[in-house]
């Protein structure tokens, strides 16, 4: 095949610049993406770590928690009159 020596060249260095913005747009687009998802996973676990720890169970909440098991203690032990359910 027979080609002007200049119009090949231009050819080739046109074809190998495009070969390259290919390649660098991808690598951008891989480091970007890697990048972003590092971040997005990065953000919770220094919430986290930047979180203040739950408080004890509240006094309300253990009296309550106390009443029910109380109460459930009562329903156990209860007569089956047929006015209710029993476990």
Not at 18 to 25: A, L, M, V
Not at 38 to 57: D, G, M, N, R, W
Request: aromatic share 4%.
């Amino acid at each position: 095949m027979i080609v002007l020596g200049r119009r090949c060249i231009a050819q080739t260095r046109s074809q190998i610049n495009q070969f390259h913005r290919g390649k660098i747009k991808r690598t951008l687009t891989v480091w970007i993406t890697l990048v972003t998802l590092l971040l997005a996973l990065a953000i919770p676990v220094s919430h986290a770590a930047l979180a203040e720890p739950a408080p004890s169970q509240h006094p309300e909440y253990r009296a309550a928690a106390t009443d029910l098991q109380n109460a459930r203690k009562h329903l156990k032990n209860a007569k089956n009159d047929g006015k209710g359910h029993r476990d």
